[in-house]
């Protein structure tokens, strides 16, 4: 008891209220806070281009997948066409088949290449040569294999340069996606990939 006579009173604590966690499903993940919602993984990066027929209808590029784990790869492709890639191992079968199979395709020849899912044919006297990855394929003419003759090592050239530079790359990538100013490459990283114009693809809205 107090001094006045009075008896003390306690208030009793109120035992802590338990909050579940939410619960989160498979597929929920966390966007970094500056992350740009507009960038989609299925585009492609540091993309270069030839056309290999006077129309512009029909080309042959080399770029950075991101949805294939940054994965530098090779697409043929055109108007009204579905395109399809090559991994490096197609591409240098390609390469290696060039010159026979313009010479099959002047002499209205039948030619035929398999490795795994990839597959070089030709249509005999309508000479077109078909390139074919599973059940997708582009048809090539007479005049665009010519061209390709010319001008394919340059293709294979700069895949084998994205190659050795897709860990740089993907290191890179890490640190601008998640930053709003450009973010300057370190000295260690390669100088096959143009920096600046990579942190402008990956903010850009598409």
């Given at each position: 008891?107090?001094?006045?006579g009075?008896?003390p009173?306690?208030k009793?604590k109120?035992p802590?209220?338990?909050?579940?966690?939410?619960?989160l499903?498979?597929?929920?993940?966390?966007?970094?806070?500056?992350?740009?919602?507009?960038f989609?993984?299925?585009?492609?990066?540091?993309?270069?281009?030839?056309?290999?027929?006077?129309?512009?209808?029909?080309?042959?590029?080399?770029?950075f997948?991101?949805?294939?784990?940054?994965?530098p790869?090779?697409?043929?492709?055109?108007?009204?066409?579905?395109?399809?890639?090559?991994?490096?191992?197609h591409?240098d079968?390609?390469?290696?088949?060039?010159?026979?199979?313009?010479g099959?395709?002047?002499?209205?020849?039948?030619?035929?290449?398999?490795?795994?899912?990839?597959?070089?044919?030709?249509?005999?006297?309508?000479?077109?040569?078909?390139?074919?990855?599973?059940?997708?394929?582009?048809n090539?003419?007479?005049?665009?294999?010519?061209?390709?003759?010319?001008?394919?090592?340059?293709i294979?050239?700069?895949?084998?340069l994205?190659?050795?530079?897709?860990?740089?790359?993907?290191?890179?990538?890490?640190?601008?996606?998640?930053?709003?100013?450009?973010?300057?490459?370190?000295?260690?990283?390669?100088?096959?990939?143009?920096?600046?114009?990579?942190?402008?693809?990956?903010?850009?809205?598409?």
């Open positions: 008891m107090s001094a006045s009075r008896k009173t306690y009793r109120q802590p209220t338990t909050v579940e966690a939410p619960v499903d498979e597929c929920t993940y966390v966007i970094a806070e500056h992350l740009s919602p507009e989609d993984p299925n585009r492609v990066l540091l993309r270069r281009t030839f056309f290999v027929n006077p129309e512009k209808s029909k080309y042959v590029s080399v770029a997948y991101p949805i294939k784990n940054y994965t790869l090779v697409e043929f492709g055109g108007a009204r066409l579905k395109p399809i890639t090559l991994m490096k191992q591409v079968t390609l390469f290696a088949h060039l010159d026979k199979l313009y099959e395709l002047c002499n209205g020849g039948q030619y035929l290449v398999k490795d795994g899912d990839f597959k070089i044919t030709t249509t005999g006297a309508n000479r077109v040569a078909r390139l074919t990855i599973g059940n997708q394929t582009v090539l003419k007479l005049n665009e294999v010519r061209y390709l003759l010319g001008m394919f090592h340059i294979r050239d700069q895949l084998d994205f190659l050795h530079a897709q860990n740089d790359l993907m290191m890179y990538v890490t640190n601008a996606l998640s930053s709003v100013v450009y973010v300057q490459p370190t000295s260690n990283l390669t100088h096959v990939i143009n920096f600046a114009q990579l942190f402008e693809e990956l903010k850009a809205v598409t």
